[in-house]
């Protein structure tokens, strides 16, 4: 029998969710990879304004804008975002990251602990280690 039977509850509800699975679920749930973007690349003077699933950033910016990565043209792309005074060129990668972080304000949250960073490797390397103490004792 579920515990949650054995206390007498019966309304589908998971009475045994606690606020640390509350915070973990919020963490998820505002994910920017989740999060649906406006996308604000100008072509033709005019604004794409199309709404992308961050999951699906790379494909729209592949398919609608011809972001891609090959060997005869790995490095060489300027930002196009509405608003970028960026001068750089930039690999597939490069100007992925660059609209992510720069025109999206992606942020990745250290599930354990809470804690915030600009890219998702300096988070995977952080959570690697973290022991879940490091932001919400403090």
Known sequence: ?????????????????????????????????????????????????????????????????????????SVGYLCRWDGCADSSTFSKDGMLRHVQERHLQWRWNCPNCGAVYMGRPARDAHYILCDGLAIRNT
């Open 1 to 73: 029998m579920p515990q949650n039977m054995a206390r007498g509850y019966n309304d589908g509800y998971n009475h045994d969710f606690t606020d640390e699975d509350a915070r973990r679920l919020v963490s998820i749930a505002s994910s920017p990879e989740l999060s649906p973007h406006i996308c604000r690349w100008v072509e033709d003077s005019a604004r794409c304004n199309v709404s992308v699933q961050g999951l699906y950033l790379p494909s729209h910016l592949r398919d609608h804008h011809g972001i891609y990565g090959t060997t005869y043209r």
